[in-house]
């Protein structure tokens, strides 16, 4: 069964920075792309960023690039976003997701996991 | 920037069919996949590739692409249908998602 495990989310003050870690497990973790999606409260769904399965491919949401960045480990099933310069208007939950064999693989996203929520506020 | 347009609600009554659209230009020739989300729940993958059905989701789930509209059609929804479904297509390699549309059923 395909588990995706978020954490590091939490409470945060503008301008910090946070490290959020999503624990794969069920499947071969190197075989896909990862995604971050992200879900303002009360809102609709926000693609963030997409890594191909060595690292060697990344994109980001063309409002985010320069503060965000994604990374894996594939050695310990992990898959990472690091936010810097935090805003209020990043506060959302985020969501780690499994792609397809490719980062534009366009067979959809079936797997979630439960999210994570950021809370930027002073 | 690419737009995937819904509207943001509608209703259906039980047993009949609701039809939900998402419009963005030349969006046909796009893949569209759709999710439905319950409240307080992740996001469920029930229509990719603009036709096709994940295993476990019912038969009642079905989508068409053409032109600039992808529809996900809910035949006989049911209570449990209830819920916001967005859609979702991709701008060369970025990934796009349409604002939601929440699905009341009664």
């Known amino acids: 069964e395909v588990q995706l495990v978020e954490s590091g989310g939490g409470l945060v003050q503008p301008g910090r920075s946070l490290r959020l870690s999503c624990a794969a497990s069920g499947f071969t973790f190197d075989d896909y792309s990862m995604h971050w999606v992200r879900q303002a409260p009360g809102k609709g769904l926000e693609w963030v960023s997409g890594i191909n399965w060595n690292g060697g491919n990344i994109d980001y949401a063309d409002s985010l690039k320069g503060r965000f960045t994604i990374s894996r480990d594939n050695a310990k099933n992990l898959l990472f976003l690091h936010m810097d310069s935090l805003k209020t208007e990043d506060t959302a939950f985020y969501y780690c997701?499994?792609?397809?064999?490719?980062?534009?693989?366009?067979?959809?996203?079936?797997?979630w996991g439960q999210g994570t929520l950021v809370t930027v506020s002073s | 920037s690419y737009d995937l347009t819904q509207p943001p609600s509608m209703s259906v009554s039980p047993g009949q069919t609701a039809s939900i659209s998402c419009s963005g230009h030349?969006?046909?020739?796009?893949?569209a996949s759709w999710y439905q989300q319950r409240p307080g729940q992740s996001p469920v993958l029930v229509i990719y590739?603009?036709?096709q059905r994940p295993s476990g989701i019912p038969e009642r789930f079905s989508g068409s692409n053409s032109g600039s509209t992808a529809t996900l059609t809910i035949s006989g929804a049911q209570a449990m249908d209830e819920a916001h479904y967005y859609c979702?297509?991709?701008?060369?390699?970025?990934?796009?998602f349409g604002g939601g549309t929440k699905l009341t059923v009664l």
């Open positions: 997701v499994k792609g397809g064999g490719s980062l534009t693989d366009r067979t959809g996203y079936s797997h």
């Open positions: 590739q603009d036709t």
């Open positions: 979702q297509a991709w701008d060369s390699k970025h990934v796009v």
């Open positions: 030349e969006l046909g020739t796009k893949y």
